[in-house]
């Protein structure tokens, strides 16, 4: 931002919103995420930062197993030829971190500003390659190790080496990860599960506890062609779930899972931290998860957690691809895996023994290139966890989820023509989140200006002069005068004045707001420079921008008095009003001049002769009045139409100048 003049914006009153409460970022219905209070976005809300979450998934070393030819064969009858392909990729904890906070429990979605998304039945299928139909993957849970190791695998493990029915990845490397080329079919069996083993353990089914894996699948892998029979991709999907709900809980600081599949997921449907491609798209390898092999985000030195979520905060349709594999030549996918897209939108439940979880595509049907209609209200269920009892099948426990997985197709989602998505829109901004980030008070952005302009003002009259010319002492006496002259502004603290709600209520006004400005203040001597300065404020995108209304945030004075947000509602053809215009490009400028405004919230470095010339140059903003030189302006501005109630002004609430 030039260092020219700043007018300060503050008091702003609003018709009928009187407190910070109506900037609330949701839900105004509380029907659909009834865990608010629990959720990470409420600790988010309240200051309590968790930072980047602990990410567990272990592929670093998968490539350090030397399977042979028998070996690859059993693994590829085992349903994993594919999953083997998949190379250790490195993971973004922040976005993933960022993406949690976006995740809900209660619908298994993300809740973005533009919708619900999730990772479907398809995703995993496309990006993994595993297969999405078949048994369900459940069994019997175990408490201990050694009798299920000698079964499947022909050893036990050193009593430091398991614990709990769970066996070390690291023993089933340092064990089974070189198999002789001359080794017996029983020998070589045994190796092949023990890589199945580390391979589900340290991908699809990663947990928090260390480098450990459950021995209960192991049973599963008995029969290789058996194993080819089972829905992985339903069980990994599931697993997921479950990890992402309990890494949204606001107590947690891990998640485990596939976390491969869930950055992939965003790299494809989200514009978001996506790594650039250094190979021809065209030329794409099945599964799609190899697009990314050996990526990175890039420099991620000032991503954090803050960057990610101020960018989904403010994501835009733009950067959403509902459908990324549309392009994708399917010569290139196994027939497999074609056959079974049909139950990427099946409404289902999804089981991984213990780990039941409900897959909703009528949630995000615009991932199928379908229209968004309102969902079905979710039915609460249980989360079940593992029995601690040895041998206890789960099965007997799971009738219900079970039932529900063997009709799977019987409840696919399908289109509706020529559908109208306002409704959708509507009600979506009642029961959704609409941000994670606690705007910042223009308060905060004024004592830091102020501050800036203290340095600058110190700066100016310590300043040596000796050996300048004749211009540049003249841009310093410049700059130290426009510096003082900001800060006495500041001391003044203009105000931005509303009209009266009581008098504007119900008034119409054509389908547009008026923004009106009133001279206030001394008009200033004719000799002196006219100095404007432009307030600096990042702006929270809309949802949809032609059917709600909007509200910009705008400090209180120096005093700190309360922050309360402006009306603007959109005119007519979706138009913003002028004040509203000059916000939407995330500016917010004085309208009675034209200024240069800088949405990164630094101040640029000053010029030094081009001060004295831009100062004394007076340009308009967009309006329909002008104002005699040196005068500020305040607005009055008329709402469209009444607000009913505090649940009609809480769905215009999209705009935000968020941490």
């Known amino acids: 931002m030039k260092f020219e003049d700043y007018f300060s914006v503050s008091n702003v009153i609003s018709s009928n919103i009187m407190d910070f409460s109506a900037a609330s970022p949701g839900p105004v219905d509380e029907s659909v995420l009834y865990d608010q209070d629990k959720h990470v976005s409420a600790a988010v809300w309240e200051g309590q930062e968790r930072g980047a979450l602990r990410c567990h998934e272990h592929t670093s070393k998968l490539d350090r197993w030397m399977l042979t030819e028998k070996q690859i064969e059993l693994v590829k009858k085992a349903g994993f030829g594919y999953l083997r392909l998949i190379p250790a990729i490195s993971l973004d904890n922040p976005l993933i971190s960022a993406l949690v906070e976006r995740w809900r429990r209660e619908t298994n979605t993300f809740h973005l500003t533009v919708g619900e998304m999730t990772v479907t039945l398809e995703d995993v299928a496309y990006l993994l390659g595993l297969p999405i139909d078949g048994e369900p993957v459940i069994g019997v849970t175990y408490t201990a190790c050694d009798a299920l190791c000698v079964k499947y695998l022909g050893r036990v493990p050193d009593s430091g080496y398991a614990s709990g029915g769970m066996v070390k990845l690291s023993w089933l490397k340092e064990t089974f990860s070189h198999c ?12 092949t599960r023990a890589y199945l083993l ?8 990663s947990t928090t506890t260390g480098n450990k894996v459950p021995v209960m699948y192991l049973p599963l892998f008995e029969n290789f062609d058996g194993a080819g029979k089972y829905a992985w991709g339903a069980a990994a999907l599931s697993f997921l779930y479950r990890a992402l709900g309990n890494a949204s809980l606001r107590s947690q600081s891990t998640i485990s899972g596939c976390l491969t599949l869930l950055q992939c997921w965003s790299y494809y449907h989200l514009n978001i931290g996506r790594p650039k491609l250094h190979h021809d798209p065209i030329h794409e390898c099945f599964p799609f998860v190899l697009r990314w092999k050996g990526k990175h985000s890039g420099p991620t030195s000032n991503r954090d957690v803050a960057f990610y979520r101020k960018a989904l905060d403010s994501l835009q349709p733009s950067d959403v691809d509902w459908c990324p594999y549309i392009n994708i030549s399917h010569t290139v996918i196994p027939e497999f895996i074609l056959n079974q897209l049909i139950l990427g939108r099946s409404k289902t439940m999804l089981i991984c023994f213990d780990k039941a979880e409900r897959h909703l595509p009528d949630r995000c049907l615009r991932q199928f290139g379908m229209h968004q209609t309102i969902p079905e209200e979710v039915q609460r269920w249980e989360r079940k966890t593992r029995g601690v009892d040895g041998g206890v099948d789960l099965s ?21 023509e020529d559908l109208d998505e306002s409704e959708y829109k509507h009600w979506y901004l009642k029961v959704t989140r609409k941000f994670v980030g606690r705007p910042v008070p223009f308060s905060s952005e004024f004592q830091r200006m102020n501050a800036a302009l203290r340095d600058i003002s110190h700066l100016a009259d310590t300043i040596s002069t000796h050996g300048m010319d004749d211009l540049q002492v003249q841009s310093v006496a410049r700059i130290r005068y426009i510096a003082h002259e900001c800060l006495r502004d500041h001391a003044r603290s203009s105000t931005v004045v509303i009209a009266d709600p009581q008098n504007d209520v119900g008034k119409r006004i054509r389908g547009k707001e008026r923004v009106r400005r009133r001279e206030m203040g001394k008009r200033r001597r004719k000799d002196e420079p006219e100095q404007y300065y432009a307030v600096n404020m990042n702006v929270h995108s809309q949802l949809y921008d032609d059917d709600h209304a909007h509200l910009y945030h705008v400090d209180g004075d120096v005093d700190n008095h309360q922050d309360l947000p402006i009306l603007a509602n959109a005119g007519d053809n979706g138009e913003l009003s002028p004040m509203a215009r000059a916000v939407d490009g995330g500016q917010l400028c004085d309208v009675t001049d034209n200024v240069d405004c800088d949405i990164t919230g630094g101040v640029d470095e000053l010029p030094s002769d081009h001060v004295a010339e831009e100062a004394d140059s007076k340009i308009s903003c967009r309006s329909d009045e002008k104002l005699p030189p040196g005068s500020h302006g305040t607005f009055d501005v008329a709402p469209q139409s009444t607000l009913n109630n505090s649940e009609d002004v809480a769905l215009q609430n999209d705009y935000n100048v968020l941490a």
Do not use: C, Q
């Not at 002789?180 to 190796?191: G, L, Q, R, V």
């Not at 580390?198 to 089914?205: D, N, Q, R």
């Open 180 to 191: 002789p080329e001359n080794a017996s079919i029983e020998d070589a069996e045994f190796h």
């Open 198 to 205: 580390y391979l589900v353990g340290s991908t699809i089914f």
């Open 396 to 416: 007997g426990k799971m009738e219900s989820e079970l039932n529900e997985w063997s009709y799977r197709r019987f409840h696919i989602v399908e289109a509706e």
